[in-house]
Nanobody, 124 residues
Framework: QVQLVESGGKTVQAGDSLRLACVVSGRTFTSYAMGWFRQAPGKEREFLAAIRWRGGDEVYADSVKGRFIISKDSAKNTVSLQMSSLRPEDTAVYYC?????????????????WGQGTHVTVSS
């Protein structure tokens, strides 16, 4: 079991950049893959990006590839999501998740550890 705490969400203007952080704690969390997802009102949770602690393999959703970058800082036990060229349609609650099933880390159903979420609002 791991514990996840997200931060960094706020209201920004279209075109701005924003960096979200997820602090990870718990035993053997380096065995996990970490993912970022978002959920807008009335919509399903959407995969954005994921990274393995070991090896650093990264995957991205096509919708954010080139705009969002996931990274990890092992010294700070933190996984970050750097977002650029933000659009109003990026408005959502952003969640960090952890899964041992790194082969399917694009799928939200394989994640059994979630943070509380952080709100991002992009105004036009």
């Amino acid at each position: 079991q791991v514990q996840l705490v997200e931060s960094g969400g706020k209201t920004v203007q279209a075109g701005d950049s924003l960096r979200l952080a997820c602090v990870v704690s718990g035993r053997t969390f380096t065995s996990y893959a970490m993912g970022w997802f978002r959920q807008a009102p009335g919509k399903e949770r959407e995969f954005l990006a994921a990274i393995r602690w070991r090896g650093g393999d990264e995957v991205y959703a096509d919708s954010v590839k080139g705009r969002f970058i996931i990274s990890k800082d092992s010294a700070k036990n933190t996984v970050s999501l750097q977002m650029s060229s933000l659009r109003p349609e990026d408005t959502a609650v952003y969640y960090c998740g952890a899964t041992l099933d790194y082969l399917r880390m694009r799928l939200h159903r394989v994640y059994d550890n979630w943070g509380q979420g952080t709100h991002v609002t992009v105004s036009s």
